[in-house]
């Protein structure tokens, strides 16, 4: 009988370990409704007091016209993202933006249980026409919670 509780305790700590939630308090940090940067494999905290979320860049694909190239396309920059809230619901996404002069964004609208999310991609940098090799690839967001 003793082996029995023995082992079923063992079994119900490895289930419960594997059911423990991140550890919020070692990620990068930034309030809802304000813009923040992020690279590949970040995750960023977004604290909200309607529910607090967490995001994070997959990958960034960036097909951009060098300016040292002549192009017949300009090519395009795409970042794939990750959004979760601490009930374990996930949304993904990808952003894309173009190599045009004129400030753009690109949004999309994203539901978490009930709230709704839009996150706009802003930039991506370095620029490809910077022909940094060491540099890692930084995307600029916003993110906001839907009414």
């Known amino acids: 009988m003793n082996k029995k509780l023995f082992f079923s305790v063992i079994a119900g700590t ?5 059911c423990e939630k991140e550890d919020l308090s070692s990620l990068k940090q ?6 923040f940067s992020s690279q590949v494999d970040e ?9 607090s979320i967490t995001f994070a860049i997959t990958s ?3 097909n ?15 970042v794939r993202i990750k959004v979760s809230n ?13 190599n045009s002069s004129e400030h753009q964004t690109h949004e999309v609208h994203l539901k978490l249980g009930k709230k709704t999310y839009s ?4 930039n991506v940098n ?15 967001f916003l993110v906001q919670e839907g009414k």
Not at 64 to 76: L, N, V
Not at 86 to 98: P, V
């Open 60 to 62: 960034i694909s960036d």
């Open 30 to 35: 930034s309030p809802i409704n304000t813009s």
């Open 64 to 78: 951009r016209c060098t300016a040292h190239d002549f192009c017949t396309d300009p090519g395009d920059c795409s």
């Open 43 to 51: 995750k960023v905290y977004l604290l909200s007091e309607a529910g």
């Open 126 to 140: 370095p620029k490809p026409f910077l022909k940094s090799l060491t540099t890692a690839k930084e995307a600029e």
């Open 86 to 98: 601490l009930d374990n619901s996930t949304a993904e996404s990808i952003l894309t933006i173009d």
């Open 14 to 18: 490895i289930i419960l370990s594997s």
């Open 119 to 122: 996150v706009y991609l802003n």
